[in-house]
């Protein structure tokens, strides 16, 4: 799939790997729709990508990807302010182990979920769609048990089974759609500088041997990579693996 003159709408999209993402998307021609609960950033991030893009080619709404209502209305709002929708990358996701775990599960969960389903409406060709690919944002914490986060294991353990059950469904494929999965290992964002928290993960000091042994990737890195899970057409039900010492790799199940 060529990007260019494509719609795009990421979740989480203010900063971090959602700002990578946007951008790299926008340097390649596409037009996309940001959302974020942090208007301010998002706002923010818009203004600049508008003086370097184009106004026309970038647009912010704020929204709580655990509210069916709000989410609704920014697939809506993001496909008719945009021209269509053919990209669809469920970014958004928090950690905390303890007092907000449920929180957790609603962002990293529900909300992936919910905007896949979305994702599948609003772009299946048996209902008015021009088909398209969805990203969904794992991690290498849900392929490997992790110690640190197990709230945290689990959400992205999900995610990445319901991406990859998806994908072997016809229903998905015979109305032009493909859904992969991205599970990169530690990246330089706001969830990795909450890791010496000791109020929101457990034993800090395991994750700190952890990014001594696989280091730390940069939201741009991770985002150029990404890319081949967008425009690589044969790729449906793929899980990328990133880390910075381990490189790209795609995970074979068992």
Request: glycine share 12%; aromatic share 6%; with cysteine.
């Amino acid at each position: 799939m060529s990007v260019s003159g494509k719609v795009a709408l990421i979740t989480g999209a203010a900063q971090g790997l959602g700002r990578a993402f946007s951008e790299e998307l926008l340097k390649k021609g596409a037009k996309v729709g940001l959302t974020d609960m942090n208007e301010e950033a998002g706002q923010a991030t818009v203004s600049e990508f508008s003086t370097k893009y184009g106004q026309n080619k970038v647009f912010f709404m704020k929204c709580d990807v655990t509210s069916e209502a709000q989410m609704e209305e920014t697939f809506q709002t993001i496909k008719e302010r945009l021209g269509g929708l053919d990209i669809v990358i469920n970014n958004a996701g928090i950690g905390s182990e303890f007092n907000g775990w449920e929180k957790t599960v609603d962002v990293n969960v529900k909300g992936v979920l919910r905007g896949s389903m979305l994702a599948m409406e609003h772009m299946r060709r048996d209902k008015g769609g021009n088909g398209g690919v969805i990203i969904n944002v794992s991690s290498m914490g849900g392929i490997n048990p992790n110690p640190c986060g197990p709230v945290y294991s689990a959400t992205k353990a999900a995610v990445l089974m319901y991406s990859l059950s998806w994908a072997l469904n016809p229903e998905l494929t015979m109305n032009g759609l493909r859904i992969n999965a991205l599970a990169p290992s530690f990246v330089d964002t706001q969830l990795y500088q909450g890791l010496s928290d000791q109020s929101t993960i457990h034993v800090p000091q395991i994750a700190e041997k952890i990014i001594e042994r696989v280091g730390i990737m940069t939201p741009q890195s991770v985002a150029e990579n990404m890319m081949e899970l967008i425009e690589d057409q044969t790729k449906n039900g793929a899980v990328m693996k990133l880390s910075k010492v381990g490189g790209k790799e795609y995970h074979k199940l068992t």
